[in-house]
């Protein structure tokens, strides 16, 4: 069975930082890409980061939003992702899901069930 | 940025109604667009894949169709367990960006 668990979440002030991790199971975890997408309160979906696998050199792709702040990487052989956040804003905050997909232009066919950052003075 | 438009934002519908959901594309995507269903407290579920392609696992009333930019979900008999918000995805270029998503309720 395919498994993520992200953790890491939690309470920080703004201009804080945060790194969240997503542990991987139940799959081939170097065969694919894996993204962060977000969810503030009430609010919809927003795709915040990719990582591409070894054989597409572990490139990486970020939401405007977030670019320059936010650092995704991935350590192949712990079946992890993780998601770096520095100079957090009031506005990141949200439920920040961990999900899996077999490429460029795929769709994600397995999420984790999401970790909550908060960012509030 | 390639946006999404979605419509209805709301939907009241009963239990066995056919039901379908626009989501219609700034540019051209191809059929790199996906749906998914959310249940409150829940994360995302993968519906459709390539516009109309039933993901396994996924009841065979829900379809997925497309016409140029125009992309459409149809659930063809509304179960109780269909009341959710639905979000459609496209994945041609980044970023990749989802529509604001159809809160479906019941009437």
């Known amino acids: 069975e395919v498994q993520l668990v992200e953790s890491g979440g939690g309470l920080v002030q703004p201009g804080g930082s945060l790194r969240l991790s997503c542990a991987a199971s139940?799959?081939?975890?170097?065969?694919?890409?894996l993204d962060w997408v977000r969810q503030a309160p009430g609010k919809g979906l927003e795709w915040v980061a990719r990582?591409?696998?070894?054989?597409?050199?572990?490139?990486?792709k970020y939401a405007t939003s977030v670019k320059d702040r936010f650092t995704i990487s991935r350590d192949d052989s712990e079946k992890s992702l993780y998601l770096q956040m520095n100079s957090l804003k009031i506005e990141d905050t949200a439920v920040y899901f961990c999900?899996?997909?077999?490429?460029?232009?795929?769709?994600?066919?397995?999420w984790g069930q999401g970790t909550l950052v908060t960012v509030s003075s | 940025d390639i946006q999404l438009t979605q419509s209805p934002s709301f939907l009241s519908a009963s239990v066995g109604d056919r039901v379908t959901i626009i989501c219609r594309a700034s540019?051209?995507?191809?059929?790199?667009l996906a749906w998914y269903q959310q249940r409150p407290g829940k994360a995302p579920n993968l519906l459709i894949y390539?516009?109309?392609t039933l993901q396994s696992g996924v009841p065979s009333r829900f379809s997925g169709s497309a016409s140029g930019t125009e992309f459409t979900l149809t659930i063809s008999s509304l179960q109780p367990e269909d009341f959710a918000t639905y979000y459609c995805?496209?994945?041609?270029?980044?970023?990749?960006?989802f529509g604001q998503g159809t809160r479906l309720e019941i009437k």
């Open positions: 999900v899996r997909s077999f490429g460029d232009f795929r769709s994600f066919d397995s």
């Open positions: 139940g799959f081939v975890f170097s065969d694919y890409f």
């Open positions: 990582s591409r696998t070894k054989a597409n050199s572990y490139t990486t």
């Open positions: 540019q051209g995507i191809a059929s790199y």
């Open positions: 390539s516009a109309s």
């Open positions: 995805q496209q994945l041609a270029d980044y970023p990749i960006t």
